[in-house]
């Protein structure tokens, strides 16, 4: 039995009881089930966290155990008024390391502490900030130790993550469990995120009313991303990265489809010192140079401010009790552990003396790895080349006392065991004081006994309870709002987000046409029709040389199969179709919000399609053919999906345009390499068949001419068909339409760039005289007049994209100059 | 004396420029040893937003930003400085906490082994710290060889004690890196020296240049400056701009621009007696 499950009297607590009562109700076999359905929602959901330096660790799916960590009404009102406490107390920390320094010219901080601290930045000394608090946001590490006290272990001060994965468990156990909650008062979790939105609006600079606010992320591959993202979409605020902003006239804009939108509030992911490369970290590239101006002038508001890492300093636990009572004349309401700060004598000395009993911390966090060191893991040889670094910068360390942290129960492989947990709060501004969450996110060990618990080393999440009644309203534990107020119509798309959405569109296409084309070779070759020249096609049409174009060529007509199956699968061949598909689902990733889970549920079956190891038999030849046909059905789906999920027009024009633009590219280089050569009679045939099957036009071929297949009339379904959707004349015609539906940027009537390009490709397809484009010119071989036209098509065609991405897209080299 | 100082810089880009933001320090401070009595800068084309503030040094700053586009900047700043020659050494009202961040690492201060090995011949164990920085000073004149362009902003302090060359901010960055391998405040100066031509020679405009030293911190002397480009005590000849922990803190202008291309960069200095 888990001591912690038991109260004073040696009996279950109550709340344990009532627990486990409806947990045995359930039964094994349904709990297990259920358990099930738990991982499906989570990975359905994509909810994720990436690990760094792990090339699987990216999406790393969420782990969550179905027993919550409880906590009772006897012991919430302390841990909140703790929380409470000491929330306004690095506040005021904050305010005064940045403005007076009254802490250290009064000797109640050593200088060293915070000067030698690498979150200090000096840069951001001596900048005012309106508003009532400094620290708008607040989270800390709260653990129980076996004799039931709460500790702190970590304060999160920068930018404090987990509520949204807290709100994710919440939601994924009341739509999965929901027995498990009668008889317990749960507290909701949606006050503190309304009192974030206030608090947010709070900040807004000159208070103004309807303020845009932004959360600023690093991108897809960081390690919380999916918060990011999920926030976004819950809170209503633009996601964004640092080069979708820009600084101009001492004010933030966001760089939009429709141009520069003032941005008042920046709910910022990104660690302070990449925020500013004109300031800060130089060579960032996640930052927005200047941004520290627009903050000196108060145009805007950042939460949490620029440099408010500083408290993320372990060294400062020691001197907390003190500073309470210099600022509050209170004594701390939640200890923080023991711990010494190795930059005094004395200090230095106990840590030296004791450093197997202790828990080592440097006061600088490590950002992609764990920051503490358990002493007692540590080898006599390891041991004492701490202590040689200790002694080397003692004031870059701190030891802290081992706190003997209680466990709860888990249920790991279908048995409950023992964990010890970690329970992380969070904690945001309002006009009124701070606001807790009544909630949280735990973490537990990944292995029993493991003493540092983090998400980067593995572990699993839990839900946290806190078990008391709803001040002021009905509880109904079932119906947790959750409802996700939708961004306004009339907001204008992010550019990154317009750029990524363009890019899906051309990715899909991408793979889409390689895998129909890859599929009819297969298919000739299958059946014995080895045709050389559609080979090179394929080479040529997927741009995966050598392969049977260039140097070796001999070989590989010869044993076609070991090319062909590396160029579906082999992900480093640029070119290939598994290539092509991580492109494209980096894009996806990249505006991950956009799509539905539905969408998520296509992209997780391709993901297995291109997972499986496939052999060079006959078996294994039809086994890719059927991945390819599998591939070709999700993809037609995926694009089915999205036009269903993506509600914004403006979204969809730029994901539509995406994939005509590289349609049409993708048709006239298909083109080039198989119809403007002169061959036998046959090989043609054969050609011409192939276009006909990789575009799915054999039927509409035979149905509309009722003829063998010849050039010409193969010419005139695939160029001139005005109702053929696979035709370029129907390209050109939808990109001339989602062209002409782009916002103006630049006011009257001046005719843009690409619309002069594509009413030049119009013109020039229109006159065409297409009876010659299906004359062979005898002495060279080639059908000269038809390679003439696709090569003129092309180069305006595809000097559309870049004319977009300057006007839209806006992603100028940035060069730092320094004298 | 007085010391009019003439500083331009012209940055001509190969691309136009649609935007660009700048961080100035270059208006120069008062000290106990000099008095700015005026400061003035032009910048062309005008910014379009221009922010004069004090950094956490107590260095004067400019931030300006053009944000149209534009094909060359030039930044003009003349100073007109009076030096005070009465005190040598002045205690300067300031707290053991703010001289203690000057004794910690920073990058541009890297200390190896070679380093401190180095700084160890020159602050032996009792030794006067005065004396000891003296020699360090003069040894560091001696030990390298002033070659212009054999190292950049970017090239690390090792490189520099390796080689044996650089120009003096390398020389004030060894220095300090040295001081602090002592457990010692120092810290980076910013400024300009005044260079006399051989007799019977007109002195040529423009042909001074930004110029770097380090100061360290002697308990009841307060901050002394030394000049191991010259070996020379920073005197009457030496103008300050601001200091720093190392370079990064202090650097005369940062920029960033919006544009695909590259520049080009020419800077002259002129430092004349005024009276």
Known sequence: ?819 | MNYSIIHKTTYTYFEPVSLCHNVLRLAPRDTTRQVCKSATVKIHPEPDTLREYEDFFGNKVIYFSIEREHGQLTVDVHSEIEKIATVIYQQEEEEAGEISQYTFETPMTACSEEIKAYARVSFRPGRNVLEAATDLMHRIYTDFTFTPGFTMVSTPLSVVMRERKGVCQDFAHLAIACVRSAGLPARYVSGYIETIPPPGVEKLVGVDASHAWFSINIPRMGWVDLDPTNNVPAGDQHITIGWGRDYSDIAPMKGIVLSSGSHGLSVSVDVRRSG
């Not at chain 1, 005012?128 to 004799?147: F, T």
């Not at chain 1, 440099?307 to 309401?333: C, K």
């Not at chain 1, 200890?335 to 010494?340: G, K, L």
């Not at chain 1, 010409?712 to 696979?726: A, S, T, Y």
Request: net charge neutral; charged share 25%.
């Open chain 1, 1 to 819: 039995m888990i001591p912690e499950l038991l109260g004073e009297n040696g009996r279950l607590h109550p709340h344990w009881e009532t627990f486990f009562q409806s947990y045995s109700q359930l039964g094994d076999e349904e709990i297990a089930l259920r358990n099930e359905d738990m991982m499906r929602l989570l990975t359905e959901n994509g909810v994720t966290y990436n690990i760094y330096g792990d090339p699987s660790g990216l999406n790393r799916p969420w782990n969550l155990d179905i027993i919550p960590f409880l906590i009772s009404k006897h012991e919430w009102p302390a841990i909140e008024s703790g929380l409470l406490q000491r929330a306004e107390l690095l506040n005021l920390i904050l305010k005064d390391i940045y403005g007076e320094r009254r802490l250290i010219r009064n000797g109640i901080l050593p200088a060293e502490l915070i000067y030698n601290h690498a979150g200090f930045l000096r840069q951001c000394a001596g900048i005012h900030l309106p508003g009532k608090h400094h620290l708008i946001m607040y989270s800390a590490d709260l653990a129980r130790s076996r004799d039931g006290r709460i500790w702190v272990v970590n304060d999160r001060t920068q930018a404090p993550s987990g509520s949204g994965y807290a709100l994710e468990n919440r939601t994924a156990m009341t739509r999965v469990l929901p027995e498990l909650f009668n008889g317990l008062e749960v507290r909701h979790l949606s006050p503190y995120f309304n009192a974030l939105r206030n608090g947010l609006h709070e900040i807004a600079p000159h208070q103004r009313l309807n303020p845009r606010i932004v959360i600023l992320t690093p991108g897809s591959s960081n390690e919380t991303y999916f918060e990011h993202s999920y926030l976004s979409s819950y809170l209503g605020f633009t996601l964004v990265q640092g080069n979708d902003l820009v600084v101009k006239d001492s004010h933030v804009w966001l760089k939009t489809m429709g141009g520069l939108e003032r941005v008042d509030v920046i709910l910022r992911r990104v660690d302070d010192i990449y925020c500013d490369p004109l300031e800060l970290k130089e060579d960032s590239q996640l930052g927005i140079p200047g941004l520290l101006q627009a903050v000196r002038s108060g145009h805007v508001s950042i939460a949490n401010p620029i440099g408010s890492s500083v408290l993320e300093n372990p060294g400062l636990m020691p001197f907390l009790q003190s500073i309470a009572r210099w600022f509050l004349s209170e004594d701390l309401r939640i200890p923080t552990i023991a711990s010494w700060w190795c930059g005094q004598p004395k200090e230095l000395d106990y840590v030296l003396a004791h450093l197997p009993t202790l828990v080592i911390k440097k006061i600088n966090r490590n950002p992609t790895g764990t920051s503490s060191v358990d002493g007692a893991s540590l080898s006599h040889r390891e041991l004492s080349e701490w202590k040689q670094r200790i002694r080397s910068n003692p004031s870059l360390y701190v030891g802290q006392e081992k706190v003997d942290i209680s466990s709860t129960p888990s249920l790991i492989d279908g048995k409950i065991e023992s964990r010890k947990v970690l329970f992380r709060s969070f904690l945001v501004s309002n006009k009124e004081g701070y606001v807790a969450m009544t909630g949280g996110l735990c973490r537990t060990s990944s292995k029993e006994g493991n003493f540092i618990i983090s998400n980067q080393s593995g572990g699993i999440s839990k839900d946290a309870w806190i078990l008391s009644p709803e001040p002021g309203r009905v509880v109904n534990v079932l119906k947790e709002t959750t409802e996700r107020p939708v961004a306004g119509d009339n907001d204008m798309l992010p550019s990154h987000a317009a750029e990524n959405l363009f890019w899906t569109g051309r990715y899909t296409e991408r793979v889409l046409g390689n895998a129909r084309f890859l599929r009819t070779v297969m298919q000739f070759v299958v059946e014995g029709r080895t045709e050389r020249s559609l080979l090179t096609a394929l080479t040529k049409y997927s741009y995966t040389y050598p392969g049977f174009a260039g140097e070796g060529s001999e070989d590989r007509f010869a044993h076609p199969w070991v090319e062909l199956k590396e160029v579906l699968l082999n992900e480093k061949r640029t070119g290939s179709l598994k290539y092509n598909f991580l492109q494209f689902n980096r894009a996806i990733h990249e505006v991950r919000e956009h799509w539905s889970t539905d969408t998520w549920r296509v992209l997780r079956v391709m993901e297995e399609e291109f997972r499986q190891n496939i052999p060079l038999t006959h078996q294994g030849h039809i086994r890719m053919l059927h991945t390819l046909d599998n591939l070709i059905t999700f993809v037609v789906a995926f694009i089915g999906l999205t036009r269903e999920s993506i509600s914004r027009e403006q979204e969809w024009i730029l994901l539509d345009l995406g994939r005509k633009i590289e349609q049409s590219l993708l048709l006239i280089t298909m083109l080039r390499v198989t119809l403007t050569g002169r061959y036998s009679d046959q090989v043609e045939y054969n050609l011409q068949q192939s276009v006909l099957m990789s575009h799915e036009s054999l039927v509409n071929y035979r149905y509309k001419y009722r003829m063998p297949i010849n050039n010409e009339l193969v010419l005139d379904l695939m160029l001139f068909d005005p109702n053929n959707p696979r035709s370029l004349t129907y390209q050109v015609d939808r990109l001339k339409t989602y062209l002409h539906l782009l916002p103006r940027v630049h006011a009257g009537h001046v005719q843009t760039e690409y619309e002069r390009l594509i009413l030049e490709a119009d013109t020039l397809l229109q006159q065409t005289d297409r009876r010659e484009l299906a004359q062979a010119d005898e002495n060279l071989y080639e059908y000269r007049k038809l390679d003439d036209l696709l090569s003129r098509m092309y180069t305006l065609l595809s000097a559309i994209p870049d004319v977009i991405s300057k006007t839209y897209f806006k992603h100028e080299l940035t060069s730092i100059i320094d004298k």
